[in-house]
Structure formats: C-alpha cells, structure tokens
Nanobody, 130 residues
Framework: QVQLVESGGGLVQAGGSLRLSCAASGGTFSLYAMGWFRQAPGKEREFVAAISWSGGSIHYTDSVKGRFTISRDNAKNTVYLQMNSLKPEDTAVYYC???????????????????????WGPGTQVTVSS
C-alpha cells in the first residue's frame, strides 16, 4: 500500500526558509512523478511544483519560480521542496502527491491538476508571519 508522509512544515518569518520532505513507501516509484500542492484557508488547492522520478523534468507554478526548488533522492524514495524567501501568501497546508509518469508527461493541464494524482499525503502546515 502506497503511503506518503510530509514533514518539515512550521512557522517562519517572512524572508525565511523551510525544507519540506515527502517520504514514499509501499510502491514502485520509478513509475510515478511527484507533485507538491498547497491549500490556504478559504482557497482552492493549487499546484506548486512537480518532478519526474528521474529528475529530468521539473515544473513550477509562476508564483514560486526562483524561490522554491523541488528535488528528489531516489535512494530514499523522498522528494524535497526547498522554500526560500517565504512570503505570508505562501501560508498553506502543503501536500505531496503521486501521479503516473504517463499522465505527468501529457503536459501542464495534467501535471498541475490535482485530479491527475492518485496518492496523497496528509499534509504539513506552513505558516509565514509578516
């Protein structure tokens, strides 16, 4: 049974940094790409970043480009989201999720949509104070 567990969230001041981790277990992860999504109170869930399991394909939403970096450690079945220059508007619950690589490869309409992802972690809270 596939399980995803996020960690690394917390409270940080604006301009600070956090690194989120997503540990995966119970599956064959070379068949999947990993995405990060976030949901702020009263707002819809939004795509943040995604990476193929090989690491050769990476995508970000425009609002985090230049500030966030997604990476992975295949030996540990873990994907990271390094978040720098954090802003209060980054405050949200952050979720990692898995999508089949065949879906991920179909383009932005697929890798940026939560509906394309089959497995989700429980989320980790990130709060950025001003």
């Amino acid at each position: 049974q596939v399980q995803l567990v996020e960690s690394g969230g917390g409270l940080v001041q604006a301009g600070g940094s956090l690194r989120l981790s997503c540990a995966a277990s119970g599956g064959t992860f070379s068949l999947y790409a990993m995405g990060w999504f976030r949901q702020a109170p009263g707002k819809e869930r939004e795509f943040v970043a995604a990476i193929s399991w090989s690491g050769g394909s990476i995508h970000y939403t425009d609002s985090v480009k230049g500030r966030f970096t997604i990476s992975r450690d295949n030996a540990k079945n873990t994907v990271y989201l390094q978040m720098n220059s954090l802003k209060p508007e980054d405050t949200a619950v952050y979720y990692c999720a898995l999508t089949p690589i065949s879906t991920y490869s179909r383009g932005r309409n697929y890798y940026s949509s939560g509906r394309s992802y089959d497995y989700w972690g429980p989320g980790t809270q990130v709060t950025v104070s001003s």
